[in-house]
């Protein structure tokens, strides 16, 4: 089992930022793959970004890339979100997945773990 617990969400005026936490126990995570996904009301869960996490290889989906940046914390076992230059639209709970693969993946149905969700609201 893995634990994931997200953190750090809020209400923040568009062109400003966010860092989003996500607390991982239950697993050595060397093989599995990492990701952030968003669901805005109404709409669909959205990939935001896929981590692979011993390498650190990310795939950003185009709509964040270049404004958000995942890292992590290897000693306690944290995945960062900052995101930056925030839009309206990016407004959605966030939400911090894993499943035990090699491969970055962008289908939230082949996600095996999720968090409770980290609810972010950028007002114009």
């Known amino acids: 089992q893995v634990q994931l617990v997200e953190s750090g969400g809020g209400l923040v005026q568009a062109g400003g930022g966010l860092k989003l936490s996500c607390a991982i126990s239950?697993?050595?995570?060397?093989?599995?793959?990492m990701a952030w996904f968003r669901q805005a009301p109404g709409k669909e869960r959205e990939f935001v970004v896929g981590?692979?996490?011993?390498?650190?290889?990310?795939t950003y989906a185009d709509s964040v890339k270049g404004r958000f940046v995942s890292s992590k914390d290897d000693s306690n076992n944290i995945l960062y979100l900052h995101m930056l230059r925030l839009k309206p639209e990016d407004t959605a709970v966030y939400y911090c997945?894993?499943?035990?693969?090699?491969?970055?993946?962008?289908?939230?149905?082949?996600?095996?773990?999720w968090g409770q969700g980290t609810q972010v609201t950028v007002f114009p």
């Open positions: 239950g697993r050595t995570l060397s093989r599995y793959n």
């Open positions: 981590i692979q996490w011993m390498r650190f290889t990310t």
């Open positions: 997945a894993a499943r035990p693969a090699a491969q970055v993946g962008t289908d939230s149905q082949s996600y095996n773990y």
